[in-house]
């Protein structure tokens, strides 16, 4: 009996029991023999009927499920008990992931065939106008596989040493020395797949000199430098393994200027702690069409390359040789022209930074040039830098075009970086994923349009059957002072626009344990970029829901059958306890089924 005090009276709910719902008995009890158990001989069944296992992977995971039931005393006459089954269910050897795969895919190809998992801001501990800069949120991001590390370089108050902070603003800095000790230190320990370093440059030639012979005496044979000025194609993940490589450009003047209603506008984007809505992008393009494509300027002062003046200045002063020796991936100048911008060099790769806005624009007049242009090279969008609040930009818009670089503040939280991470977690959370081969056809007949309408290659069904552990993560009030808990879950797929949607199963009340049994149906166009969104909240009808925990998963590395999905708070960190029981099941495309 659970006891929550109202006033001067007590009101009693019955105690959480984690007792399976009523489906999973129900799928127990189809493999139980007559003793009310199931043997090995049954669970082998179960393994290929229901969780999809070969027969060959049946016979080895039976043996390991029945292990795990003798080591947690949970056999009965030789069988799985119905309390053992459940358990196994929710183990984390059963998770949705396989925890063994690794990295499987193909690293063999030029950097560009690969999403690759950047930040932006990488220093910053909070928000992107007051708060601290420090080495600490660089070494998190690379423990979490984060392979993009931007620093912006500015001199110190006497012109005469390198600190790293955001520009303009009220950011303290920090020291560059400590951020490349830092980096060196922590870059290969979550994936030995190589670490791209963003200079933001705002240094004199006598100061990128210094930066040059830091970046040597700290990496030493760890930096990656080309043997020419130019590359015809990048090296691949494997060939630049354990690698630190350079990317920026030549120095220039800072012209950064918003306007308050800019300011005010990023400010109203800031929702709640988990952020807006994920959209299909439609709107988003609809709106561009409607403003049409105009001038391609320099809307963001970030990753600018020179001009006029500033270029001609900087042109006098001389760039310190050595310097720009060790920059392996070189930034193009853009030319505000996309004609232009996104013309393919057939005898050189490059790297190109846009805006958010600049690349919303491009996207519309340009999308079969941007995915030209990242079949060889190298694009990367980053978020404007008015948002105070450190939020992101939605990565699905960059995927859909084959950007490989969306960077993302990892200290911004909310729906925007759960999508990155969720992509991320793919191919072993390397920090590199391979594009599919839709996105690599250079064939003009067959490129890959995501705004036309797909054909639907197959059918990916979801059951959500119940959760548990925010008994053991949460305070008795941690979400209602007066009673348990009203959890519901919502379930989408975020991809293309013809594959984003969410769903969400009715409000369980007043249980610790909700069991929904609630099943869905997701027609999927392009199933290998498709991401499984999984949020858990409390509803409540007097304020703003509670958030109960959060999970993004590539759908392409789902395995089938009744899985443990381990939920992350909003930072995406997984939390202790809290975990669902769901199924998926992938189905041709011609067939279908009726959601319950």
Not at 11 to 36: L, M
Not at 171 to 180: A, F, I, R
Not at 511 to 533: G, K, M, N, Q, T
């Amino acid at each position: 009996m659970t006891t929550y005090r109202v006033c001067c009276f007590l009101r009693r709910f019955g105690a959480a029991s984690n007792e399976p719902s009523e489906a999973i008995r129900d799928v127990f009890q189809a493999y139980a023999d007559g003793g009310g158990v199931v043997g090995e001989e049954a669970v082998r069944r179960l393994l290929r009927e229901v969780q999809g296992e070969t027969d060959a992977g049946a016979e080895a995971a039976a043996k390991e499920v029945m292990a795990f039931a003798a080591e947690q005393t949970l056999l009965k006459k030789g069988g799985l008990t119905a309390e053992g089954f459940h358990r196994w269910l929710c183990s984390d050897a059963n998770a949705a992931l396989d925890p063994r795969r690794g990295v499987y895919q193909d690293m063999g190809w030029p950097l560009s065939h690969y999403f690759i998992y950047t930040g932006h801001n990488s220093y910053l501990t909070g928000n992107q106008l007051s708060s601290g800069c420090s080495e600490r949120p660089i070494v998190k991001a690379l423990l979490d596989g984060v392979r993009v590390i931007e620093l912006d370089l500015w001199p110190n108050s006497t012109k005469d040493e390198v600190e790293v902070l955001h520009g303009r603003t009220w950011t303290s800095p920090v020291e560059l020395n400590k951020c490349l000790d830092a980096i060196k230190e922590h870059a290969f320990v979550a994936s030995p797949y190589p670490v791209i370093l963003t200079l933001e440059d705002h240094l004199t030639p006598d100061l990128q000199a210094k930066v040059a012979k830091m970046l040597k005496q700290t990496f030493g044979d760890m930096l990656y430098i080309s043997e020419s000025e130019s590359m015809a194609e990048f090296p691949s993940p494997d060939d630049l393994k354990g690698k630190v490589i350079i990317s920026t450009k030549p120095p220039k003047e800072y012209l950064q200027t918003k306007s308050g209603k800019e300011e005010a506008e990023d400010r109203a984007e800031e929702e709640g702690v988990w952020g807006e809505e994920i959209s299909d992008g439609k709107a988003t393009a609809r709106q561009m069409s409607e403003q049409g494509s105009g001038k391609y300027g320099a809307e963001e002062a970030e990753e600018e390359p020179l001009d006029g003046e500033a270029e001609k200045k900087a042109r006098q002063q001389g760039a310190d040789s050595e310097y720009n020796r060790l920059i392996a991936i070189q930034l193009t100048r853009r030319k505000h022209d996309m004609d232009q911008d996104l013309k393919v060099d057939p005898d050189k790769v490059t790297r190109l930074s846009l805006g958010e806005k600049a690349y919303e624009k491009a996207i519309v007049s340009h999308g079969a040039h941007i995915i030209r242009f990242t079949q060889r090279n190298l694009l990367r969008i980053f978020p404007r830098s008015t948002r105070i609040m450190s939020s992101n930009y939605n990565p699905l818009m960059g995927w859909r075009y084959g950007v490989q670089m969306v960077a993302a503040n990892m200290q911004g939280h909310g729906r925007k970086l759960w999508l990155t991470q969720g992509m991320f977690r793919a191919n072993g959370g390397c920090g590199y994923v391979k594009k599919p081969d839709i996105l690599m056809n250079s064939d003009p007949d067959k490129l890959f349009d995501p705004k036309a309408d797909l054909p639907v290659k197959t059918r990916l069904r979801v059951t959500v059957y119940m959760g548990d552990g925010w008994r053991f993560d949460f305070r008795k009030t941690h979400f209602d002072k007066c009673s348990p808990p009203d959890f519901y879950a919502r379930v989408g797929v975020a991809g293309v626009a013809a594959d984003t949607r969410m769903e969400q199963t009715r409000v369980m009340m007043d249980s610790w344990i909700p069991a929904w049994d609630r099943e869905f149906e997701f027609p999927l166009a392009v199933p290998e970029r498709a991401l499984l969104r999984v949020e858990v909240h409390e509803s409540d009808n007097h304020q703003k829901d509670d958030f109960g925990g959060q999970t993004c998963l590539p759908v392409w590395e789902l395995r089938p059958g009744i899985r443990a999905v381990r939920l992350c708070d909003h930072k995406g960190q997984p939390l202790r306890s809290v975990k669902l029981l769901m199924r998926f099941e992938f189905f041709p495309s011609s067939s279908s089924s009726n959601s319950k």
